[in-house]
């Protein structure tokens, strides 16, 4: 059944789309702001809270133990600094011009915690079967109590002398009197004590892990807790003498390196109490081991083999924060003065001008203002800095993997270095200037360099960095042409001024990128007089049957050989339009332009329907196509965005189809009685499509399904043979109804008499 025909004035109509303006013209790399500069790499650089890049402290390596990990550290009358390592559980004395030696060896390969007694004696906690030792000033040691517990996390010295430590695997904290005797003092439930401090008042607090309690315990079996924090594990804590505490939370860092592994004896364990055990096993010196502070996926990295089963239930972790640095003033109000998605937090020290607190992002020493303001202070290029601890007007810090010994000066360094994050143009690009806006004071200078490379990360592949550059104002980038590239700043003080960078910007121009078109979709939509308000397939009067070919990501496409031929039919009901839509988009977001053609089997070249097409869709009068197989070919160019020497230009070819908007031919070819019977026979053909099913009607009765003679409907022409039974006398009218591929239906009939 065919529709009515349309005037030629209304041959093609076209549906509107958006799309995106714009042109792969010149991009500008800015970083003005404090996260901007953030991502980059500092050397003797600090970071304001403004988004000023000015001279850091002076960072200077005091002492490298050669150690993996450097735990824990405790400062002496005399100046000397003492620390503890990992995983040979070596204690190192450091003097005050940073000369080290090896001052104690345990026989438990970790040293967590160290605190000077006031009998003048150094007390360690080691780890795993953890014991308290004493030694003395000479390095004679001896074991000073027992607890028989996995872990010793934490220690420190009462007001009357007693020495508390915090342990693991069960939570529990120990008093140990003046000669050594130790009892329990009280049991936290948690899997760990990972940090202990005294109040304003002298009552001892506690930070826990894996649910993030921090305790006031008051005397003996007798708690309130302060805080109960989100993150798992209270990491560190501080007392100002106002009584101010702070405490740096995290996510749950040893927990994880501990997660849990033979359950308690039964009877032996509290209500509440989240029960963790681990074996280590000690073996030779590692070279990296597993990081305490880092969270489960960056642990277990070296020598101590843990062997776990997941813990007992805990509050659960919302993963909304990986670290936070907590204030709780004196009427237990809890104010949240940073977080931090990226970054763990690991030490805090309060000074008169702010909170000092460090992390594992390179390293990283931060200052929070009384404004709440943070400062990117220093950074010492190791992965964390796990101890701050302040040295007269200098800050002392030490830094796990490696361990080292680091002292911060208490004026700016004479020069220092910061390396921009790589840069990532989304193409090959050709590099403009570079500028920046700066504050130099006179003998002071400011140094930019660049350099560029295809691969994501600086690599043997990149360029060499790019000689000086020293016009702010705009200096040509030198480096090759690629798709990444970084700049450098070298900041040179003068008489304890610093330079003071306050934005960067670098011009690049990214080779255009060529069109893409991901499909093409022939249908049927049937005629409007408005065009439809979307250009998909599936809008309102879309064809019953379409054909679509489709690209997963290459910038031209043809059809793949041997494509199966689809039809195309149109129903019926009302005039018809072939539809044509494409789906095309340009990286660059230039603005696309579309040429439109076709060609029939069997002939040569193309014919053009519609050019210079800003939409997506086209649509073609529905009987402007004779029956026959058609593809259709579209050519999508960025030339309205681009000069012509550098615009871009795709093309893809349809999957070939059908059309077919004629019914098959249906005539009657002969018959003879057979007994009360007859024989019908009928011929069928169709000139475009396949034949694919016919049924009968006897008397305009029910239609009853027939099949060609031999035995499957399956080709342009067929036999059918109707036998009919036990007809009664007289005339009868048989109707035979055959359909092609395209679903066009013909009609034939005989009459028996």
Known sequence: MRGSRIRPAALLFLCASVSRLGAAGTAVWEMTTYRDFLAGVFSHVSLSKEGRLLLGPELKPLFASEQPLVWSMARAADGSTYLGTGHRGRVYRVDRNGAGVLFWSSSEPEVFALEWGPDGNLYAGTSPDGKVYRISPSGQAAVWFDPKSKYIWSLTFGRDGALFAGTGERGKIFRVDRSGRGELHYDTGQGHVTSLALDAAGALLAGTDPNGLLYRIEAKDRAFVLHDSILPEIRSLAVTPDGTIYAAAMGGAVSRLTQAGTPAVAGDTPAGMVVQSVTVTAGAEAQGGAQLPKPASETARSAPAVTATPPAPAVSFLGLQKSALLRIGRDLSVETLWTSTEENIYAVLPQAGGVLFSTDDHGRIYRLDPDRQVTLLAQTGEEETVRLAAVGTSLVAVTGNLGKLYRLGDGPAESGEYEAPVRDTGSVSRW??????????????????????????????????????????????????????????????????????????????????????????????????????????????????????????????????????????????????????????????????????????????????????????????????????????????????????????????????????????????????????????????????????????????????????????????????????????????????????????????????
């Open 432 to 753: 403009g200037r570079v500028s920046w806006k700066a504050q130099t004071a006179a003998g002071a200078s400011i140094e930019f360099s660049t350099r560029s490379g295809n691969s994501a990360r600086p690599d043997s592949t990149w360029s060499e960095w790019s000689g000086p550059l020293r016009d702010g104002e705009g200096s040509p980038v030198a480096s090759p042409v690629a798709r990444f590239i970084q700049w450098r700043a070298r900041l040179r003080g003068s008489r304890g001024s610093t330079p003071v960078v306050e934005s960067v910007s670098l011009a690049y121009l990214p080779q255009n990128s060529a069109p893409v078109l991901r499909g093409i979709t022939v249908g049927w939509a049937a005629r409007s007089s408005t065009p439809p308000a979307s250009s998909a397939p599936s809008a309102a009067g879309a064809a019953d049957i379409s054909i679509t070919v489709t690209d997963t990501g290459a910038a031209t496409s043809t059809v793949n050989p041997g494509t199966t031929t689809q039809t195309l039919s149109r129903p019926a009901a009302q005039p018809q339009l072939t539809s044509i839509s494409w789906q095309a988009e340009d990286a660059d977001g230039d603005k696309l332009i579309a040429r439109v053609s076709f060609r029939g089997e069997g002939e040569n070249e193309w014919k053009l329907l519609k050019e210079n097409l800003s939409e997506t869709h086209l649509g073609v009068d529905g009987d402007a196509l004779a029956d026959g197989v058609y593809q259709v070919k579209v050519q999508v160019s960025d030339s309205a965005s681009n000069p012509r020497d550098t615009a871009r230009e795709t093309e893809m070819i349809s999957a070939p189809f059908l059309v077919d908007n004629t019914p098959p031919s249906v005539r009657h070819s002969g018959g003879e009685r057979s007994g009360a019977g007859a024989v019908v026979r009928f011929q069928a053909a169709d000139a475009a499509s396949m034949l694919r099913r016919a049924e009968y009607s006897l008397n305009a009765g029910p239609w009853i399904p027939v099949f060609s003679d031999d035995g499957i409907i399956d080709s342009k022409s067929e036999t059918l043979t109707i036998r009919l039974e036990a007809l009664k006398p007289g005339e009868h009218l048989i109707t035979l109804r055959v359909a092609d591929s395209a679903g066009n239906t013909g009609l034939g009939k005989a009459v028996l008499k």
